[in-house]
C-alpha cells in the first residue's frame, strides 16, 4: 500500500492492539467526536506486523466511530524497548495513566534497559559521561529516562512486582494508600511467622513433654528420684480395650494376665523415679484390688489400705441388670505416700465429680480433668513434675498445666497421642505458659 501524505490507510481490523500498558483509556468520547468533525490528524504509530505502539486513544475512538481505515506511521526495526518507550512517551509524559499502569511501566522500562546493558556493577553519579554500553544500566538511569528521582523508580518497581502477586491493589485509588496496604501485609507476614516459629517450637516442647511410645521403655530413661508426683490410670484386666459399641477398634491389650505382667514391668519404675516425698494415685479395677495393691507394695510403695473413691454423680459404670442388680456407679484409685510429705489440704476420700461427656470426652477411658486438678493440688506445688505413664488423651497432663505444674506424660496409642497434643495446643491458646512447660 502506498503511503498517502506521508502515512498509510490501513483497515483497523488489520491493527493488533495486544497486551499494553494502559488498560483504560477513560472518556474517549471528546476524542471520538473532534475525530468525526475535523478527521484523525495525528496518525497512530504501528510495527511492520501491525502492532499497535503508540496512539491507543485515537485508535479507540475510531473504533467507538466504526471507521473502516485508520492513517498509521510505521516503525521499522522497532525492538521491544523501544515499543516501551514510545507508549511511555505518548502515555506517562501526558500524566493520564493510572498508578498502578506508570509502576508496571516504568519498571518494566527499567527491566528491558537492564537486559540490554547488563546491571551496572557501580551506580553512575548524576553527571557521569560513561555510556550504559561501557558501565550497564542503574536506577539513575532510568530516573534520569523518565524525569523522576531515585526514590520514585525504586517504589514502581517495587508496586509493580506487589501488582503481579497482590491484584487487589489494583482497587486502591492511590499508590500511598497502595505502599500502606503493602506495609500492613508485610507486618501480617512477619507476625505470621514469627507466631508459626513460636508454635513450632512451643510444639516441639510440647511433643517433649508428651511423648507416644511404651511406658515400659520410656520409663527407663527418666533419672532417679526426678518426679515429683505420679497421676496415672494403667489397663484395669477387664477387657476393656477390645472393642464394643464404644470402642471401635481395640485399644491395647487388657487381660487379668497382661495388665498384671505390664504393671510388675512398670510399676518398679516408677517407684525408682518418684521422689521419696512424691505421692501416687493410680486408677484400677476393683476385682483385681488385692493382685494390684500387692504388686505396688512388692514394688516398695507405702499404699494405703483403704483405696480412695471417684463417685460419678448421675452416671453408671458398665452394663448392670436392673431388676435383679446394683449399677456401679464409682471406681476406686489407691494412693501411695511415705508420710514424707503433708497433703497440701485436709480431704475426705471420696471424689463427687462429674464424667466428662459428649464434646469434652476424648478417650474411653477418660477421667474428669477437675478430680486430676485436685489430686495435683493436693500433693503438689507450682513447677513441680507430674508424671502420667499412660495419659491417653492428655488429661493428667492438662490438669497440671493449669495449676503450673510441669507435666510429662507417655501415651502408646499414636491417635490419643495426637489428640493429647491437639488439646495441650488448644489449653496453651488459653494459657501460654504451657507451652514453656520444661519437663
Not at 485508535?59 to 507508549?87: C, G, R, S, Y
Request: glycine letters at 6%.
Amino acid at each position: 500500500m502506498e503511503p498517502k501524505n506521508n502515512f498509510h490507510e490501513l483497515p483497523l481490523k488489520d491493527i493488533i492492539v495486544g497486551d499494553r500498558f494502559r488498560k483504560n483509556y477513560g472518556d474517549i468520547d471528546q476524542l471520538a467526536s473532534s475525530i468525526k468533525d475535523f478527521g484523525l490528524l495525528q496518525p497512530i504509530v504501528i510495527a511492520r506486523n501491525g502492532q499497535l505502539l503508540a496512539g491507543g486513544r485515537r485508535f479507540a475512538a475510531a473504533q467507538k466511530l466504526n471507521l473502516p481505515t485508520i492513517p498509521v506511521h510505521f516503525m521499522d526495526e522497532v525492538d521491544d524497548l523501544l515499543k516501551l518507550e514510545i507508549e511511555f512517551e505518548e502515555n506517562v509524559k501526558r500524566q493520564d495513566l493510572s498508578w498502578q499502569e506508570k509502576s508496571t511501566l516504568n519498571a518494566a522500562i527499567h527491566e528491558l534497559k537492564t537486559k540490554l546493558y547488563g546491571q551496572a556493577t557501580t551506580a553512575p553519579t548524576p553527571h557521569a559521561k560513561t555510556s550504559p554500553v561501557e558501565s550497564g544500566w542503574s536506577i539513575r538511569r532510568t530516573a534520569s529516562l523518565i524525569g523522576a528521582n531515585v526514590a520514585t523508580v525504586h517504589t514502581d518497581i517495587r508496586m509493580a512486582n506487589a501488582l503481579r502477586v497482590i491484584p487487589s491493589l489494583y482497587n486502591e485509588p492511590s499508590q500511598i494508600n497502595a505502599i500502606r496496604a503493602i506495609d500492613r501485609l508485610e507486618q501480617d507476614i512477619v507476625n505470621e511467622l514469627e507466631r508459626r516459629k513460636q508454635e513450632k517450637a512451643a510444639l516441639a516442647k510440647l511433643e517433649s513433654s508428651c511423648i507416644c511410645g511404651d511406658s515400659r521403655e520410656l520409663l527407663r530413661n527418666l533419672a532417679d528420684n526426678s518426679v515429683d508426683c505420679i497421676i496415672t490410670d494403667p489397663p484395669y484386666g477387664v477387657s476393656i480395650g477390645t472393642g464394643g459399641p464404644h470402642r471401635p477398634r481395640a485399644l491395647f491389650e487388657d487381660t487379668p494376665d497382661s495388665m498384671f505382667a505390664l504393671l510388675r514391668d512398670v510399676v518398679p519404675q516408677m517407684r525408682r523415679v518418684l521422689k521419696p516425698t512424691g505421692h501416687l494415685y493410680a486408677f484400677f479395677a476393683t476385682r483385681h484390688w488385692s493382685n494390684v495393691i500387692g504388686i505396688y507394695r512388692d514394688c516398695g510403695f507405702l499404699v494405703r489400705d483403704i483405696p480412695c473413691i471417684w463417685v460419678k454423680p448421675g452416671g453408671a459404670t458398665g452394663q448392670a441388670n436392673w431388676d435383679y442388680n446394683f449399677a456401679n456407679a464409682w471406681e476406686p484409685f489407691l494412693y501411695a505416700s511415705d508420710d514424707l510429705l503433708r497433703l497440701a489440704f485436709k480431704r475426705k476420700d471420696v471424689f463427687v465429680f462429674s464424667a466428662d461427656l459428649g464434646s469434652s470426652r476424648h478417650h474411653p477411658t477418660q477421667k474428669p480433668i477437675d478430680l486430676l486438678r485436685e489430686l495435683v493440688q493436693i500433693s503438689t506445688q507450682p513447677d513441680q513434675l507430674v508424671l502420667d505413664p499412660f495419659c491417653g488423651a492428655g488429661s493428667t497432663l492438662i490438669a497440671a498445666s493449669q495449676l503450673r505444674r510441669r507435666f510429662l506424660g507417655f501415651e502408646l496409642d499414636p491417635h490419643y497421642h495426637s489428640v493429647a497434643i491437639s488439646l495441650l495446643i488448644a489449653e496453651g491458646k488459653e494459657r501460654p505458659y504451657i507451652a514453656r512447660n520444661e519437663p
